[in-house]
């Protein structure tokens, strides 16, 4: 068996293409252009170029390096005429603020550096929602973004604030003076002082109507919440209190109802102490259910029959036949109270009877009493506004962060309506869909340009506040209402003091009131309470009233019509389904154009720069779909034409996907940008298929779709194309169940068993093993990176912080084709697979090829595992070892030091890593027109970190385990003349990591994190990756505990 | 004869020396009319009035040149003891000065004597200096190096120099031309013998000539090739090392007078040193701190400073910062650049290393403009981190660290490099 072992670079590998073997059997993949220099027959005595022609070339490039490098370029440094007192150029400051861009919230610490936000990080001390995932970390690229507009406009031309004003407060009159109406659309608004500002200009403007519009649907579960509870709500969850999670297609580490229970929940799946088991039933493979103890793939329909098996097992006592529901009602039954079923159907009917289940549980986790804000928004509003307008009825339209004519199913309906409307202003920076429709685009700013407040959830608030100065004319929304008012706020003073904790923000000398006015207004005499002032509010960026309460009483309701309905809504049929959704990177699409984003691997299929259909390897070979590689080792996919309900999406390309429900496919919102920034197009054609235009019902589910071959292949740009672990489980990925596990108390030689080598005194531990003298850790601070892949949840709002934190370029989508993607972090993704050697050997599949093939083949429903890599920091590195120059050589701290002025280009290094976490540069990444992203413009590369160098062409570059950040903790303890703490040390990974699988700092230390979880009597989970390599990493994993029963 | 001009010459300039003493008692009896000292007078002035009061133009108070003419002795010595009691006495002129500089009210000074107040007025009644234009001329060549000065001077001196041996050549020539012409008709029989003896004998090949001084050859060659490969050394190293950059600045602002004469801390203006990695070009509000008062430098008039009101808008004439003034950077021309690849931070030497500024900027204190003193070449970094020795006194961070590098080195002081100062992750990321 030995002498047959084989490995395998992907799966491409094991087909038996032509195409394969040809790859295999060539060393580069393109040939090297010699053309000039050789003639047809490729003899070189014979060539078309002269000796004088050789000469030429030699001699021009000498000339040109030797001009290039005699440059001597005149550096200006313009300092400022008057200083901000708490600005010193080179140090960052930070402060509380709240990115809400009608999709994602957060409350964040703003990293600012000479008066520009450079990085958004967690407001950790904030009780909710402290930690931005990666859209609202990406969305910091918005503000310097260069595609948008940089000033008002009228009917598309450029125009001051005053026509403006004029031709709004025109349109108001008249819409007015005509008795129609005046509607503001809108993203779920949930700021208290806006609230406050709207009813003044209700005063002012009688027809006015507030129309909010959620462009992924909440509504069925609002509705639920409000039949009951009898307020336009969701519940509120506490996963800290739930031991049994049973989670019906609700992908709630993702963005289900807004998101922020990951923290909880990883909170309460600490192995050691008390650990939840969580079932999910889904069609698509979510983030959820990749996390799940156990994963039961259903296909949408039956997603509601299961909903309602549920009911009837637990609210109404009776027996159940379902299969597949099984296991989980009877966790649930057992848990009683501490068990929480959660659901993420938009059905109002499936709701009710989950909120039914819930109380029927006396679950813990399950709160209604403390309503959540955030995304409550029916759909009602929305339809009668679109009606109206088709009838006439209205008169002025104002639109903020939404984006209708592209999110909504019916936009041709929209666009129909728009045109009986006479003034049509929209808020937005971006000339998309929508807004480029606007006969007055009013810009308003940035949320790091903008004052503002916000309440997702009862008794929470949160402030928003400016960070840096506006960048163009623009003005954000809430004073362009209060211009329309007439300008006047009765009762509010105008405050002439700057209140920004960031004084470089200019004082507002205009002597009439603001938004900041009435909001300071608001917050002082209505939201603090005493004991805390405005100015302590600013600096925590929250504030918490445990005063409010909903005082709830349940509506006494009949659930047996929603049981009714549900099971026959839904009954189940043979007929294809699809299941839309919203992918970790792209959510609904608001940030298509996002340069990060789109380069963000999804978590599940790796793949960048796209949407496609998932669906089963079992589902595709009924249909003759197919996914293989191209000549370069890159994926292809065939194409299809999916109908629904009437309508097409055509040319929809084809991943094929583990863990699909057999029976359904599965497509993500926010691609096929019609109007959006350069970003969200390649070649001129938007990025991926608007799955909006199924979105028929504004229904994820649809549940009679057609699929329909198409002629033409796709390119798909995946950052992994290997899916399981071929076998070598032990060494890459460890993990066990909780019973196994036993809190830590069994034998650690039963989960974690330590490495062994061969040697000639037999197998010894390879902690034993070494031929290289160990490394001085005599001195200073010795640096670690723990990583708990129990708590990694597979999110990726650390590979974004990276990217931010370290000038990481990006490389569109045909350099990550080539597998040349530069992120420093990666979050590899493997499925379990269930073939085994015995089972092939009794299958006649153990046999060479045969069996890895079979290996490689994820199973039908995989157990999945994210595992976060970066550089490894060996301290018996291979990557030192082979660099002709020294470039990259080991530090006192730990860390492997990347030179980059040093290096030449050779790449041994990157051949040499077993982890292959090196990163070249083929190309110079910023200022490079064939890179047109945020590093290709003045505005855009305002983001970057200037304490970090942009690498340029030719040179290898890693995680340096922010060395930037280490370094100048140390300072900072030296210039305050203590010891360093464990507090001071982080990595921007780590500081981004809601679950806290990542940890950082000192194992010299006695009292750091890191020390206790790198002591192996303490922390029995602990291994590192490929640990028979004996390459001594200063990363090290702690393995992964399933809480699952061992059958 | 030339006694008699002698006697003449001597004679005049006697003459002229009794004239210019006459005049300068003159003046000095005119400036004496108050019975002052206008030299007590001056540092009297420096240390009481100035920071009020400036001699040909306005601060907050009058400009006070010549004000002893313009006003009674007598009204003068009661306004400087005690304006207000003035006032009170219901005086004209004084309410009238009251009312034009908007009820700014002046100290009293009833410590000065009527002497002191004498001497004062002295020095106020001294005529104004020479014109802005000759003192900014005159005072280029006092300048420090006196660069441009010698630079005149020397290039004239050179230019004779050159016509001298220009000239010198030239009858060299001619001189041997004509020996030549002289040798060749005095022996011409003898030269001709010689051709003929010069064509009879066989020229040496190259490659005979080579085989015949072969080590010479070899040893030559190799000490051209030794000086070429120094020389390409030299010059490759030297690339983009700047030292001596000297750029024009937009302000004539001089090292020279702020940090040398007026002794004014390096960390005054450069304050971001001690807290961050950029030492900083003071913004133009801490110029302003000094020159909202000094309008005037001793070197250059207003012509420089008024730059820095115009970056700011500050109007000089009314003493205040113009409203709504669209301020105009200053562009300065930075003159100590690294490369983007090396982080350098200036906190970590000035308050950790306590390294004085001179160390690697020079003798800034004497520089009028500043250039690069120093090589900032890595070797020239690492070559410091070797020699010096890391200031840990009573600083507790260093307290453990020290302990094992003691322990390792069997030293008592530590060295940077010890600390880890060489290793490359520490400077580039």
Not at chain 1, 394 to 405: A, D
Not at chain 1, 472 to 501: K, T, Y
Not at chain 1, 772 to 786: V, Y
Not at chain 2, 230 to 243: E, R, S
Request: net charge positive; with cysteine; aromatic share 10%.
């Amino acid at each position: 068996m030995d002498s047959a072992k084989k490995y395998w670079k992907g799966f491409g590998d094991l087909a038996s293409d032509t195409a394969w073997e040809a790859i295999r059997n060539r060393e580069f993949s393109t040939e090297t252009p010699m053309g000039p220099f050789l003639k047809g027959d490729g003899k070189a005595y014979e060539a078309r170029a002269s000796r004088r022609d050789f000469l030429k070339f030699v001699g021009f490039s000498t000339a040109a390096a030797t001009l290039a490098a005699c440059e001597g370029p005149v550096v200006h440094s313009i300092p400022y005429v008057v200083k901000p007192d708490e600005l010193t150029p080179g140090i960052a400051d930070y402060y509380a603020s709240t990115v809400y861009d009608g999709h994602d919230f957060s409350s964040v610490l703003v990293k600012t550096r000479e008066g520009r936000p450079i990085k958004l990080q967690p407001n950790a001390s904030s009780p909710h929602y402290a930690y931005p995932n990666t859209r609202v970390q990406a969305s910091l690229l918005s503000l310097y973004d260069i595609d948008g507009l940089k000033q008002p406009l009228i009917a598309g031309r450029p125009a001051s604030w005053a026509q403006v004003d004029e031709r709004v407060n025109q349109g108001l009159e008249a819409a007015a003076a005509a008795g129609q109406k005046i509607a503001l659309l809108t993203a779920p608004v949930i700021s208290p002082s806006f609230s406050l500002l709207w009813g003044r200009f209700k005063q002012k403007y009688p027809s006015a109507e507030w129309v909010p519009y959620n462009p992924l649907s909440n509504s069925g579960a609002v509705e639920a919440y409000q039949a009951v509870y009898g307020q336009i709500a969701l519940p509120g969850y506490d996963f800290t209190k739930a031991d049994v999670i049973v989670s019906v297609g609700a992908d709630f580490l993702g963005d289900w109802f807004g998101g922020d229970h990951s923290r909880d929940y990883a909170l309460h799946r600490n192995p050691d102490q008390a650990m939840n088991r969580h079932f999910q039933l889904e069609s698509n493979l979510s983030l959820t259910g990749a996390n799940a103890d156990y994963r039961i793939p259903v296909k949408p329909s039956e997603q509601a029959q299961a909903i309602a098996q549920i009911y009837r097992a637990i609210a109404l006592g009776q027996q159940t036949r379902d299969q597949r529901t099984q296991a989980a009602i009877q966790a649930l039954r057992t848990a009683g109270p501490a068990g929480l079923l959660v659901c993420g159907s938009n059905d109002k009917d499936a709701q009710l009877l989950v909120d039914a289940v819930n109380r029927k549980l006396k679950s813990r986790a399950y709160q209604p009493e403390s309503p959540v804000y955030l995304k409550a928004v029916t759909d009602a509003p929305v339809k009668a506004l679109i009606s109206d307008m088709a009838a006439g009825r209205v008169g002025v339209l104002l639109s903020h962060r939404v984006n209708p004519v592209y999110s909504s199913p019916d936009s041709r309906a929209f666009v129909e309506a728009l045109k009986n409307v006479k003034t049509f202003v929209s808020f937005d920076r971006k000339r998309d869909e929508t807004a480029s429709l606007a006969h007055v685009n009013a810009i308003s700013r940035h949320p790091m340009e903008s004052w503002g407040d916000a309440k997702p959830k009862i008794g929470f608030y949160t402030l928003q506040q400016p960070t840096i100065r506006p960048l163009f004319q623009s003005r954000q929304m809430e004073d362009s209402l209060i211009a329309w008012m007439g300008g006047a706020l009765e009762g509010v003073d105008a405050a002439l003091a700057n209140d920004s904790m960031a004084t470089y923000i200019p004082p507002v000398t205009e002597n009439r009131p603001t938004f900041h006015d009435l909001l300071k207004q608001n917050w002082t005499e209505n939201i603090l309470q005493e004991g805390t002032s405005w100015v302590s509010a600013l600096r925590a960026g929250y504030y918490e009233r445990r005063d409010e309460r909903h005082p709830i009483s349940p509506a006494d309701l009949d659930f047996s019509p929603a049981l009714t309905r549900v099971e026959s809504r839904y009954a189940p049929s043979g007929k294809m389904e699809l299941q839309l959704y919203s992918k970790v990177g792209m959510g609904a699409g608001a940030q298509a154009d996002n340069p990060w984003l789109q380069e963000f691997p999804d978590p599940l299929t790796r793949a960048t720069w796209d949407n496609y259909l998932t669906i089963s390897r079992k589902q595709a070979a009924e249909l003759g779909l197919k996914n293989w590689p191209d000549s370069k080792g890159a994926l292809n996919g065939d194409r299809v034409n999916l109908s629904a309900k009437g309508r097409t999406l055509k040319n929809v390309p084809v991943l094929i996907t583990a863990g699909q429900a057999y029976g359904s496919v599965g497509l993500a919102f926010g691609y096929g940008r019609e109007k959006a920034g350069k970003t969200a197009f390649i070649d001129g054609k938007p990025i991926g298929v608007n799955a909006f235009q199924l979105y028929v019902g504004r229904d994820p589910i649809q549940t009679d779709v057609q699929i329909e071959k198409v002629d033409g292949s796709h390119g798909f740009a995946l950052v992994q194309l290997y899916r399981t672990m071929m076998g070598r489980g032990e060494s890459i990925v460890k993990e066990t169940t909780a019973q196994v596990y036993d809190r830590g108390k069994s034998d650690k030689s039963r989960y974690n068993p330590p490495e062994k080598l061969p040697t000639i005194d037999g197998k010894q531990p390879v902690s034993q093993v070494d031929m290289w003298a160990a490394r001085d850790r005599s001195i200073g601070p010795w640096f670690n990176l723990s990583i708990d892949l129990n708590a990694c949840t597979g999110c990726g709002a650390c590979v974004i912080a990276c990217h931010a934190e370290n000038n990481v370029p990006v490389v569109g989508k045909d350099e990550v084709r080539r597998f040349r993607d530069m992120h420093w972090l990666r979050i590899d993704r493997y499925y379990a697979t269930d073939m085994s050697y015995e089972r092939a050997e009794s299958e006649g599949r153990s046999e060479g090829r045969a069996f890895f093939r079979a290996l490689e083949r994820p199973a039908e429903n995989p157990e999945v595992v994210f595992q976060p890599v970066m550089c490894q920091h060996c301290n018996h590195a291979p990557c030192e070892t082979v660099c002709p120059v020294a470039a990259t050589s080991h530090g006192r701290q730990g860390q492997n030091q990347m030179i980059y002025n040093r290096c030449v280009g050779t790449r041994y290094c990157a051949n040499n890593c077993p982890y292959k976490v090196r990163r070249f540069n083929w190309f110079q990444y910023a200022e490079n027109d064939a890179f047109d992203f945020h590093m290709n413009n003045d505005l855009g590369r305002m983001v970057l970190n200037p304490d970090v160098v942009v690498r340029s062409r030719g040179v290898m570059e890693k995680c340096s385990l922010c060395i930037q950040m280490t370094q100048a903790s140390i300072l900072k303890a030296k210039r305050e003349k203590r010891p360093l703490r464990d507090v001071d040390l982080t990595t921007a990974c780590a500081t981004a990591c809601a679950t806290g699988a990542l940890v950082f700092g000192d194992i010299d230390d006695e009292h750091s994190r890191v020390h206790q979880l790198h002591d192996e009597e303490k922390n029995k989970r602990k291994y590192y990756l490929l640990e028979e390599l004996d390459t001594k990493p200063n990363v090290f994993y702690n393995l992964k505990v399933r809480n699952k029963i061992e059958t | 004869m030339i006694h008699q001009r002698g006697i003449c010459a001597k004679r005049s300039i006697r003459l002229v020396s009794t004239l210019f003493a006459c005049a300068l008692l003159s003046v000095q009896g005119l400036h004496a009319q108050g019975g002052g000292d206008p030299t007590a007078g001056k540092k009297l002035f420096n240390a009481n009035c100035a920071s009020c009061h400036k001699l040909d133009r306005k601060l907050i108070g009058p400009p006070l040149r010549n004000i002893a003419q313009q006003r009674s002795l007598a009204w003068l010595h009661k306004w400087i003891r005690n304006n207000a009691a003035l006032r009170d006495s219901g005086d004209r002129d004084a309410l009238a000065i009251f009312e034009e500089y908007k009820g700014q009210i002046m100290t009293a000074f009833p410590q000065l004597s009527d002497q002191q107040i004498d001497d004062i007025l002295a020095y106020t009644s001294q005529p104004a200096a020479q014109p802005k234009a000759v003192t900014a001329a005159s005072a280029a060549p006092t300048s420090g190096t006196a660069a441009s000065n010698t630079g005149i001077s020397t290039k004239a001196f050179n230019l004779i120099l050159l016509a001298i041996i220009a000239l010198l050549l030239v009858i060299i020539i001619l001189m041997t031309r004509v020996l030549k012409m002289v040798y060749e008709m005095k022996y011409e029989d003898r030269l001709r013998e010689l051709e003929r003896q010069k064509a009879a004998k066989k020229r040496l090949s190259f490659v005979e000539f080579f085989e015949k001084y072969t080590p010479g050859f070899v040893f030559f060659g190799l000490l051209l090739f030794g000086v070429a490969m120094y020389g390409a050394w030299v010059y490759l190293t030297a690339i983009d090392v700047n030292t001596g950059y000297e750029p024009i600045q937009p302000i004539a602002f001089s090292h020279r007078i702020h940090a040398g004469e007026n002794k004014i801390n390096c960390l005054y203006c450069h304050s971001s040193a001690r807290h961050s990695k950029t030492a900083g070009i003071p913004s133009v509000n801490v110029c302003m701190n000094c020159h909202r008062y000094i309008a005037e430098g001793a070197e250059t008039g207003t012509r420089e400073i008024a730059k820095i009101y115009k970056a700011i808008g500050w109007d000089p004439e009314q003493q205040a910062y113009i409203p709504n003034y669209k301020t105009r950077p200053i562009k300065w021309v930075k003159v100590h650049n690294l490369p983007d690849f090396v982080y350098f931070n200036h906190a970590q030497h000035v308050v950790m290393g306590q390294i004085a500024c001179q160390t690697c900027h020079g003798p800034v204190e004497t520089m009028d403009t500043v250039y690069q003193y120093s090589k900032l070449t890595m070797g020239w970094c690492i070559n410091c981190h070797r020699l010096t020795d890391v200031q840990m006194k009573d600083n507790p961070y260093y307290e453990k660290i020290h302990e094992q590098l003691a322990a390792k080195y069997g030293v008592k002081k530590v060295t940077e490099a010890m600390m880890g100062g060489l290793e490359c992750g520490r400077c580039h990321y």
